[in-house]
Nanobody, 127 residues
Framework: VQLQASGGGLVQAGGSLRLSCAASERTFSNYGVGWFRQAPGKEREFVASISASDNIIHHADSVRGRFTISRDNAKNTVYLLMNRLKPEDTAVYYC?????????????????????WGQGTQVTVSS
């Protein structure tokens, strides 16, 4: 599966962006998808995820209420709508996908549970 992340850019604090993660796989609906981000000098961290068949959604505490993950299986695309952006949201955002059966409930936070990664898209929020 090849993933193409796009939609990043420079935005002022309080603004919005929508990231897209387009997949090459026609059965993308069978894959759980996560968004992660990595700021300079920091580890890559979980942002949001959406499961495969039942569309169970999770958001990190830091973005809950501001960011929303969704998917359009007809377009093989997962979105991350980011509202009320803050300077601390500045990072490279990566989408990731995996089609394997998961054996524990918090798998979505673990970047090692994702086999496929996009190239990342830069989000910069100015104050």
């Amino acid at each position: 599966v090849q993933l193409q992340a796009s939609g990043g850019g420079l935005v002022q604090a309080g603004g919005s962006l929508r990231l897209s993660c387009a997949a090459s796989e026609r059965t993308f609906s069978n894959y759980g998808v996560g968004w992660f981000r990595q700021a300079p000098g920091k580890e890559r961290e979980f942002v949001a995820s959406i499961s495969a068949s039942d569309n169970i959604i999770h958001h990190a505490d830091s973005v809950r209420g501001r960011f929303t993950i969704s998917r359009d299986n007809a377009k093989n695309t997962v979105y991350l709508l980011m509202n009320r952006l803050k300077p601390e949201d500045t990072a490279v955002y990566y989408c990731a996908a995996d089609g394997r059966v998961k054996t524990y409930s918090t798998w979505y936070k673990n970047r090692n549970e994702y086999d496929y990664w996009g190239q990342g898209t830069q989000v910069t929020v100015s104050s």
